[in-house]
């Protein structure tokens, strides 16, 4: 997988963000449009250029967030015809806010606290020339059954389960950046920290020696 690049942990810091999402059939390219428009006309700032990750280090993240939702219920031009095939979903927008911006949210853009965290990432080259980026998922799950890291996400499986389990709580990022004048998609699996996986293997492995 030439498109790949090996996959690391990183820890995300915690940060500032403008957010909104949109529920439609192709909702991450209208809530993408939607906040760089917002973020460009009234504050100035961009959120990925040819020359970098944006003004500033601002950075846009985006994700599924299906999680305890109902995508019906929350729209009414999305039927239930179009829930069962994925044609509706629901998409939230993630922009780093610059440290000390004095930005504030509206009726279209919340400004709230994004707690950061640790994270299983990979980058996709080109995600959009005919490669399937999606797939990129599954081998970030399957990496981390192999190396015993769980997800916060709940997955039991290394399926593709990542967008139904994905909400505000356990985000799974996707980041547009360029380099080199290629466009590259970051994906960000949550995972937890190794120390809080090991207590408790070693309170299951206490409890199992003592019965």
Known sequence: MDHLSEITLVDLPGCKVASCERISSSPEEESADFIEAWLLGKHGLRTASAAGRGDNGVIRYGFDCHKGRDICGENASCTKEQKGCWQC??????????EGAAIAGDGDVAVKDFPGGKFARVAVRDPF?????TGAWSVLLKWAFKHKIPNRLG??????????????????LEELYWEDGVQ??????????????MSRLAFWLHVKKRG
Not at 129 to 133: A, E, Q
Not at 160 to 172: R, V
Not at 184 to 197: G, I
């Open 89 to 98: 979903r629901i998409y939230h927008q993630y922009v780093t806010l610059p």
């Open 184 to 197: 590259y998609m970051a994906l960000h699996l949550p995972v937890e920290e190794r120390r809080k996986a």
């Open 155 to 172: 997955c039991k499986s290394k399926k593709d389960c990542y967008s139904i389990f994905s909400n505000e709580e356990t985000p799974c």
């Open 129 to 133: 020339g005919g490669v399937d980026f």
